[in-house]
């Protein structure tokens, strides 16, 4: 039986969420699976995974075949990262002090360089507003421009009626009298 980390659909239409199952290559692809080992969120900036890297390098090791996309998400967790260092450890290139301090050394590198990245899409998104929030005063301010001669000369106008318009009422008779 060959196994396969690969990733089983979840959410609705066009707002997928998968789960990342070791399974035996012939089942479904959202079929019977061996075991859970993580969550892959691509809804949002920057996409969320949540994975057991030991489980992962667990399965790696005894023969499970990630699919491409099982792969990219391994690497990015560092799953694929810690099964080589195991293999140099097993090989003896390395000790496990080594390998243990080099992966969390990547895993330090790689939080800061997530962590650069939320605060720019953040920084960015503050910056569109204030970009938007700008424009919008600006129509504003030229929609105000433009209805001042307007309002004046609705005023003129009305001064002007009431002007050539009879004072009281009795003037307004006399006059319809005459």
Request: proline share 3%.
């Amino acid at each position: 039986m060959s196994v396969k980390i690969r990733l089983q659909r979840h959410g609705k239409k066009g707002k997928p969420f998968y789960w990342v199952v070791a399974a035996d290559a012939r089942a479904k692809r959202d079929g019977k699976y061996l075991e859970k080992i993580g969550t892959y969120n691509p809804n949002v900036n920057p996409a969320v995974i949540d994975l057991d890297v030991d489980l992962a390098v667990t399965w790696l090791q005894n023969g499970a075949q990630p699919t491409d996309t099982a792969k990219n998400i391994l690497s990015y967790k560092g799953a694929m990262l810690k099964n080589h260092l195991l293999g140099g450890v097993r090989k003896g290139a390395l000790t496990q002090e080594q390998a243990d301090a080099k992966f969390a050394a990547w895993v330090e590198a790689k939080e800061a360089k997530i962590s650069d990245k939320q605060a720019g899409l953040s920084k960015a998104e503050s910056d569109a507003k204030a970009a938007a929030f700008a424009a919008e005063k600006a129509v504003n301010e030229a929609r105000i421009e433009a209805a001042k001669p307007v309002v004046e000369e609705v005023a003129e106008e009305v001064v002007a009626e009431a002007e050539e318009a009879p004072e009281t009422i009795d003037d307004a008779a006399a006059k319809a009298a005459e």
